[in-house]
């Protein structure tokens, strides 16, 4: 089967709603064998998230509450693009605002897709080194704890399910992969 | 800083959006330092994937057309739970549905918060080996095709940005974990 014979084509497109982060959509479409469905899809402007290790190894994180979750979660720092940002500015910005860390060295880890069913968001993400503290300029109206773990705390933390973000966890699977390092 | 410090306390909510998948609503909260701001989210019913490991060590993969991102990708089966329905029956549902295998083992990996800056959706992992196949019975309107990845070319997908839907890396990074293996 090819790529072609999968593909949905929009027949008309309904904005439901326009807030400021997110735009909801319904669309109808014709599936391949010609049916029509309806399609629910949020677009959303994409992010930047970077891994940041320290010269010892060790990683830094944050933790900040996750409204639609309604709980603190570890989460690497990240952010959305703002309009016309090169993911690599926003990733640095990001790094800076939530953590006070300023990087020498961003490698590209890759892009995810978050939740491809209903989302157009992709994550650009990355890895950061080189790093030296200074101080957080973060929004007064952003509340994050910073924190360190070592690789093996990480381990730890996904094998318990203290870190459970997905795009979190993706960067990690991304960075021991490029190490060659085991998971 | 405790995680009470770090809390959002909701003030009101309006459903701006309700379709047959997804409900929208924009939330007025009180943030920790008392000033008020807005939270625009996604509820969703959660879903379970699952990663199908063939007793070559080779995995089962699904590429299907994601109307979001206007492209076909490689993803491990999964779906969307039924109401009251669990986790590991929706996962045993799903590999069937989407690729004909049946499992005869199903193991836990863990559970993603998929993109929780905006969505409650949360999706349970699991890996399932002990495979069998059966004649796929899919809904008449999904069109997938299945593949085969040794873990090389899985590793290899991963680097090249073949795979990159975040719930596939993470359930591969959860099983490479468990097993001890390198990325």
Do not use: W
């Amino acid at each position: 089967m090819s790529d072609f014979s999968l593909t949905e084509r929009k027949i008309s497109s309904t904005t439901v709603f326009e807030g400021n982060l997110l735009k909801v959509s319904v669309d109808t479409v014709f599936l391949p064998n010609g049916r029509k469905t309806g399609r629910e899809i949020v677009r959303h402007p994409g992010a930047a998230a970077v891994l940041p290790v320290l010269d010892s190894g060790s990683m830094v994180f944050v933790k900040q509450y996750r409204y639609p979750m309604s709980m603190a979660m570890f989460e690497i720092p990240a952010g959305k693009l703002n309009a016309g940002e090169e993911p690599k500015d926003c990733a640095f910005r990001e790094l800076s605002e939530e953590t006070g860390y300023e990087a020498s060295k961003l490698v590209k880890l890759g892009i995810i897709a978050t939740t491809p069913g209903f989302t157009d968001e992709v994550i650009h993400l990355f890895a950061a080194s080189g790093l030296t503290l200074h101080e957080p300029h973060s929004d007064e109206d952003e509340f994050i704890e910073v924190c360190v773990f070592s690789p093996e705390e990480v381990r730890q933390k996904l094998s318990n399910g203290e870190i459970f973000d997905a795009k979190t966890i993706s960067a990690l699977c991304f960075y021991f992969l490029l190490q060659g390092e085991r998971m």
